[in-house]
């Protein structure tokens, strides 16, 4: 009797907190709602247990790490370091069939570098490239397609939001974590390339004409500023000068400084705009984060965590079987939800199965970032979908289509880099042995 009461509620808890996110509320409160039910309804817990959790989970000082990171990104996209960026990988890769694509893709990689966002990365990567590379000829679907898919490359490419978020749920160290996620971002940004360069070459879409060294150098002497942001937080972080937190302050001062002081394309007028913009979209994801935590801390106290790793195991004695499983979940469970919340709720019940099946932390956290990405380009609910249909004027079934080849792509490097875990780990060990 005692099991099937446990057994009514856990089904009460998944109905509730399904039918919240059916019924279009937002994720975090309907997170926080179901947490709290279970806590003090159903456990009979008492309520101030739900105010400790929400101050705890706010307490913590990686989160300070991902909301200078969103004030980088804001800053840049408001001045001209975006262009900037474009403009070098257009000046490099430009006169090859399929070059201003690949502009876009290696654009992408350069953006989420310093963003550590996919959505900032659609917005200003794919908000420019698609208008220009139907401009120039490109087939709509093509250019819709292609730059709605490559912004994954912005929590793929350190710094990433995401991995930020499973670190501070799986005590990774963040700059170990951050080395998995540059060879997997190169990977895509080739496949990405290679597939314009051939899918160009056969359409025989016009090339621009090939620069020389002058005007090559000349555009990368004007892109300095920019492109040295990356090199900034990147060599700051793996020569010891500062942490993973300071470098996100360090690149919020550096790019503020590049863009009033030395481009003068962001002006005082701007500061509060960007301010209030980085405000609302920080605390929009700190409001997510609180509701996960809630609702964590009911699956904690019900121990649910360790009994899904118990009946996994008895169920699955293979490591290949069950990354594939999770991989399969994972990119369902992307499908209908953002990639903050499913972190924060997903982390810690695969956690207890890792050690169990030999699969390494960091290993996890980065396919779990890719599957959830690849989520921002999947029905129902992919934000980029979104982005791209609205700055084409077309509907979410036609830009589902578009994105059909190039998720294709990724998810064949997520298989590659699922099974060759020493792939994924070759930086981090390089760097910090083991």
Request: one cysteine or more; glycine letters at 8%.
């Amino acid at each position: 009797m005692p099991e099937q009461i446990m057994d009514s509620s856990y089904l009460l808890i998944l109905f509730m907190l399904l039918g919240l996110l059916a019924s279009t509320v937002p994720v975090f409160m309907a997170l926080f709602f179901t947490g709290t039910v279970g806590l003090v309804f159903l456990l009979g817990i008492d309520a101030q247990i739900v105010i400790e959790v929400l101050y705890r989970s706010m307490d913590k000082f990686a989160l300070v790490v991902v909301l200078f990171f969103i004030l980088c990104g804001n800053i840049m996209t408001t001045g001209s370091i975006v262009q900037k960026l474009i403009k070098t990988a257009n000046a490099l890769v430009g006169f090859l069939p399929g070059g201003l694509a690949m502009a876009g893709v290696l654009a992408c990689g350069f953006f989420g570098a310093i963003s550590g966002s996919t959505v900032a990365t659609v917005v200003a990567i794919g908000g420019f490239m698609i208008p220009a590379l139907i401009d120039n000829g490109y087939d709509e679907e093509f250019a819709v397609g292609i730059m709605t898919t490559a912004p994954n490359l912005g929590i793929i490419i350190p710094p990433s939001i995401a991995m930020i978020l499973y670190a501070m749920v799986s005590n990774d160290p963040i700059e170990a974590l951050f080395l998995t996620g540059f060879i997997p971002g190169l990977m895509i940004m080739a496949a990405m390339s290679l597939y314009a360069y051939f899918y160009c070459k056969r359409k025989n879409y016009k090339t621009m004409e090939r620069p020389n060294l002058k005007e090559v150098f000349a555009v990368v002497q004007e892109s300095l500023w920019a492109l040295c942001l990356p090199v900034l937080i990147f060599g700051g972080i793996y020569s010891g000068l500062f942490t993973a937190n300071e470098a996100a302050v360090v690149a919020c001062f550096y790019a503020f400084i590049v863009e009033v002081f030395i481009h003068k394309d962001m002006k005082f007028r701007d500061i509060q705009k960007v301010i209030v913009a980085s405000s609302v979209t920080s605390a929009t994801l700190l409001v997510i984060v609180a509701g996960a935590s809630v609702f964590g801390e009911y699956l904690t106290f019900e121990q649910i965590p360790d009994k899904i790793a118990t009946a996994v195991i008895s169920q699955i004695s293979s490591p290949w079987v069950f990354l594939l499983a999770v991989n399969l979940m994972l990119l369902v469970v992307g499908m209908f939800m953002d990639i903050i919340s499913a972190t924060l709720i997903l982390t810690p019940i695969f956690l207890p199965l890792l050690a169990s099946f030999g699969i390494d932390t960091m290993h996890f956290g980065l396919l779990m970032t890719i599957n959830l990405g690849i989520g921002y380009c999947t029905p129902p609910l992919g934000v980029s979908l979104y982005i791209s249909g609205a700055a084409v004027d077309r509907n979410l079934l036609y830009v589902s289509k578009a994105v059909m080849p190039f998720l294709l792509i990724q998810i064949g490097i997520l298989l590659i880099l699922t099974y060759w875990a020493d792939l994924v780990l070759f930086l981090p060990r390089l760097v910090y042995g083991g």
